[in-house]
């Protein structure tokens, strides 16, 4: 009788990412009072970026949403100013991941509207639009950004069309989508970009997954699955695969791991609960970990992907006994690196109309910059214009590096590149790039209001500060064709942000030595 050798296979995976845990927000860190919306559609409901956060709310006649500074935890004012242009239910918010300040809603009125916010945030009802997109027939129920070209939005509706938009168009009222896609049969319920932007997933109610070619509208894939009855679909990054979440046919919820270039057969199937919320994907292309939230249970599963068998391998779940309607995500240029933190998801717990921040963390003991869990990731830089990518180009993101004191890329490089330092590519970099908060030095920013002249007098004058020195105001002070008012406002926001950081930290070494001589005097005692 042979004797066959058994093979000896190590219980875990080698992974620096197996210990990740999730820390809740203290009460105080979160934002209380928030007057979450009721509605019943499948979306996030909430929208992040390293300024503002963004709310769909609760309101009578018509729709409107919330947008708070991030910095403005506790609680939230009752009457907080909305921006209340809808006439119906507001059901999808998007921030431009290329401008801090410029965010878009769809709406049951069958409008798309985007909105420029302030630089001090909402301090009154807003009600005028930036622009507004008129070709829908009925209610807007999802839109979505281009991932690197500038000025790119995607919108679908319960009229089953899929339309995208330049806003680049002179126009404030767009009556006309540059393409209409016309391939689905039933309402479209998610939209993802791969990561330049040159394939679109669709999951539909017609229970299949497409895959498009956004600019032409060109169907490449179509799966059509009698197992999977798909609700959300995601691009995982340059893996080449999609993953797709939503029911088995026994009702339980599930999701499926896909071949973007073959959608016949899905590469892995796997049950997960009895539950019926929707399964919520994120995945972040830095790390390779994929979060499973599910909508009306407060836990987070989450898994690290791999491109080759299991492809999938489970870390661990993330309890909480407060279920979340919705789920906003920073973008990475917003995370704290300094405690490690790799992902941080905003909950809508509507029972306590709180939302939670939650951060996904690294455990480690170096205080240090940790390089090997933050490669260069896409920055606030779009790689091309919308006129580009018209005329067919696909470019990647622009990547920065998240390590304290890095510079931000400019919009457009090659362009930049190509008229030097100070042409016309830097004056759209700046204008279309905002800095993540508190990662450019004061000093920094002394310097670049400097280059626009504003420091020409470095004492106090008129008992004002020397870096706070006016915006421009007429013609002459327009360089490059371009007001530099925008850009002047965000960095003095900067400016006064960074210093009530540099306070709070006073007031905190203050509260810690009390703390000590509290800890000291109470040893002597005994």
Known sequence: MTVSKMTWRP???????????GKAATKENCYDG??????????????????FIAVITECAGGGAFLVLSV?????????????????????????????????????????????DIPPHGVLKNLTVPWKELQGHSRRVGLIEWHPTANNVLFSTGYDYQVMIWNLDSPEAVIKNPVRTISHHTDVVLSMSF?????RLATSCKDKKIRVLEPRTGNLLQEANCKNHKASKVLFLGNLKM???????????????????????????????????????????PDTHMLYIAGKGDGNIRYYEISSEKPYMHFLTEYRSHTPQKGMGIMPKRGLDVSSCEVFRFYKLVTIKALIEPLSMIVPRRSESYQDDIYPMTASSAAAMSAEEWLSGIDKGPVLQSLKPGSRVPDSYPELSSGLGSKGLGNSLGTR??????????????????????????????????????????????????????????KQQE??????????????????LELEINNVRNSQDSH
């Open 71 to 115: 910095h403005h935890t506790g609680k939230v004012d009752p009457l907080h100013p909305k921006v209340s242009g809808h006439r119906g239910n507001v059901l999808d918010i998007k921030w431009n991941p290329f401008n801090d300040f410029c965010i878009a809603s769809c709406s049951e009125d069958s409008t798309v509207k985007v909105w």
């Open 11 to 21: 219980q875990y995976r080698s992974s620096k990412f197996r210990h990740v845990f």
């Open 34 to 51: 928030v007057p979450i919306t009721r509605s019943v559609h499948d979306n996030h409901f909430c929208a992040v970026n390293p300024r």
């Open 242 to 284: 999609l993953l797709s979440t939503g029911s088995s046919r026994w009702n339980h919820r599930q999701m499926a791991l896909w071949d973007q270039e073959d959608l016949d057969v899905p590469l892995l199937q796997e049950d997960l609960d009895g539950s019926s919320g929707v399964l919520f994907p994120f995945y972040d």
């Open 494 to 511: 900067e400016i006064r942000r960074l210093r009530e950081m540099l306070n709070q930290r006073d007031v905190r070494i203050k509260q």
């Open 194 to 198: 791969n990561t330049d932007g040159s």
């Open 432 to 489: 279309r790039s905002q800095s993540r908060p508190g990662q450019l030095q004061l000093a920094y920013i002394q310097d670049q209001l400097g280059n626009k002249e504003c420091r020409s007098k470095t004492s106090v004058s008129n008992g004002q500060d020397p870096t706070l020195c006016s915006p421009p105001k007429t013609e002459n002070e327009v360089w490059g064709g371009f007001d530099l008012r925008l850009k002047f406002h």
